[in-house]
């Protein structure tokens, strides 16, 4: 069998136009309102993968890929670019890593409204 080798070439860097962070799965009010305080600010957004993790993501590209969108220090990059994308189907490439999308304040709203979740505070009103 062939060994695996990623779409880099293909690609063109979608995995190096933000960063991600993990958070735990939001279960309090605290939580909801801490997203919600992500989603203010501008290039930030919150998503869900597929395996039901959420995260926080900055859009911002890394300041390490060139006018052609390559890697400047593919060589040594760090592991967490090393190890992305190292079997098929685990990259931007293939498909959507998104479950769930947030880009705004109103879709988290209307997403925990419509799951039937409880994230006003009292001092919150209609």
Known sequence: ????????????GRCCDYVAVELEKPTRKKDYDSIRWYLAHKNVNVFVDHSKTWFV????????????????IYKTRPSICRDHGDFEGSCEFYDTPYKEYFSTVREFEKYLENKKIDWKFKFFSK
Do not use: Q
């Not at 069998?1 to 063109?12: G, H, L, S």
């Not at 993501?57 to 400047?72: H, L, S």
């Open 57 to 72: 993501e900055f859009r911002t590209p890394c300041d390490k890929m060139n006018v052609e969108k390559r890697c400047t």
């Open 1 to 12: 069998m062939e060994e695996f080798k990623p779409p880099c070439e293909e690609c063109r």
